[in-house]
Antibody
Framework: EVQLLESGGGLVQPGGSLRLSCAASGFTFSMYAMSWVRQAPGKGLEWLSVIGGSGGSTYYADSVKGRFTISRDNSKNTLYLQINSLRADDTAVYYC??????????????WGQGTLVTVSS | AIQMTQSPSSLSASVGDRVTITCRASQDIRNDLGWYQQKPGKAPKFLIYAASSLQSGVPSRFSGSGSGTDFTLTISSLQPEDFATYYCLQDYNYPNTFGQGTKLEIK
């Protein structure tokens, strides 16, 4: 059974940093690209970033480029998102999501339960 | 980045109704579009990929169509569990982009 479990969220002050983790199980982690998606309270979904299975390729939404860094450790089956210079508008539930296919960007078939990041002084 | 525009933003319907949600891309995305359902407090659920391919386990009352810039999600006969918010997502290129969502409510 595929499982994705995010952690690392919490309350952080503006300007602070946070590293989110997504522990994966139930599939060959290194074969699949993984993405981060967030949802601000009462708002829609926002795609943030993707990393290829080997970790060699990454892409970011313009809104987070330069402040967010996606990475993965295939030996630990874990995906990460480093978030720096946090702002109030980064407050959101952050989801990790697995690509459906290992060779074709065609949607996310599994999602984690999400981890809440709250940016406030 | 490609912009995705969904309509309507909200929709009231009754059990048994047929409903259609549309999504328009700001440029040609071939058929590289998916649909997701989200219920309050839950992660999104994958419904359709490649514009019209039904994800495994999704009821056949859900269907998708379209290519290029215009796409639709149709629910042929609404069931009580279908009241939720629906999002389209283009995966033609990066950054992937979501539509703003359509909230489907009970009339």
């Amino acid at each position: 059974e595929v499982q994705l479990l995010e952690s690392g969220g919490g309350l952080v002050q503006p300007g602070g940093s946070l590293r989110l983790s997504c522990a994966a199980s139930g599939f060959t982690f290194s074969m699949y690209a993984m993405s981060w998606v967030r949802q601000a309270p009462g708002k829609g979904l926002e795609w943030l970033s993707v990393i290829g299975g080997s970790g060699g390729s990454t892409y970011y939404a313009d809104s987070v480029k330069g402040r967010f860094t996606i990475s993965r450790d295939n030996s630990k089956n874990t995906l990460y998102l480093q978030i720096n210079s946090l702002r109030a508008d980064d407050t959101a539930v952050y989801y990790c999501a697995k690509d459906q296919f290992n060779d074709w960007n065609a949607g996310f078939d599994y999602w984690g339960q999400g981890t809440l990041v709250t940016v406030s002084s | 980045a490609i912009q995705m525009t969904q309509s309507p933003s909200s929709l009231s319907a009754s059990v048994g109704d047929r409903v259609t949600i549309t999504c328009r891309a700001s440029q040609d995305i071939r058929n590289d579009l998916g649909w997701y359902q989200q219920k309050p407090g839950k992660a999104p659920k994958f419904l359709i990929y490649a514009a019209s391919s039904l994800q495994s386990g999704v009821p056949s009352r859900f269907s998708g169509s379209g290519s290029g810039t215009d796409f639709t999600l149709t629910i042929s006969s609404l069931q009580p569990e279908d009241f939720a918010t629906y999002y389209c997502l283009q995966d033609y290129n990066y950054p992937n982009t979501f539509g703003q969502g359509t909230k489907l409510e009970i009339k």
